[in-house]
């Protein structure tokens, strides 16, 4: 059963930055890859960025940064010049070995096709 929790989330202005983090574990292969999700209100979840287990990232927006830490146990989503519209829930969701592979091939899979989920982090962007 993977397991993944999300922080780093909080108030910000806009043109502000935050870096959330997404501690991962119980993956059941050698294959580490997560996806960040974002969800606003009314909305459903989009995926925004993801890095699969050789750490070919792929991104929607071109103010993010995804990265992980050696042990590929932490992965961290960067946000930077945030506006009002990032506002939302942010979520952390562990790929299985289909899914790894569309990120290698520049693509993050719809939200339904998933079913691994932290519990999000609340990111809120105000002038």
């Known amino acids: 059963q993977v397991k993944l929790v999300e922080s780093g989330g909080g108030s910000v202005q806009t043109g502000g930055s935050l870096k959330l983090s997404c501690a991962a574990s119980?993956?059941?292969?050698?294959?580490?890859?997560v996806g960040w999700y974002r969800q606003i209100p009314g909305g459903a979840r989009q995926g925004i960025a993801a890095i699969d287990n050789d750490g070919k990232t792929t991104y929607k927006d071109s103010r993010l940064t995804i990265s992980q830490t050696e042990d590929e146990n932490t992965f961290f989503l960067e946000m930077n010049d945030l506006k009002s519209e990032d506002s939302g829930m942010y979520y952390c969701?562990?790929?299985?070995?289909?899914?790894?592979?569309?990120?290698?091939?520049?693509?993050?899979?719809?939200?339904?096709?998933?079913?691994?989920w932290g519990q999000g982090t609340q990111v809120t962007v105000s002038s």
């Open positions: 119980g993956f059941t292969s050698s294959v580490h890859c």
């Open positions: 969701a562990g790929f299985e070995n289909w899914a790894c592979k569309m990120v290698a091939g520049r693509s993050i899979p719809n939200h339904t096709l998933i079913k691994s």
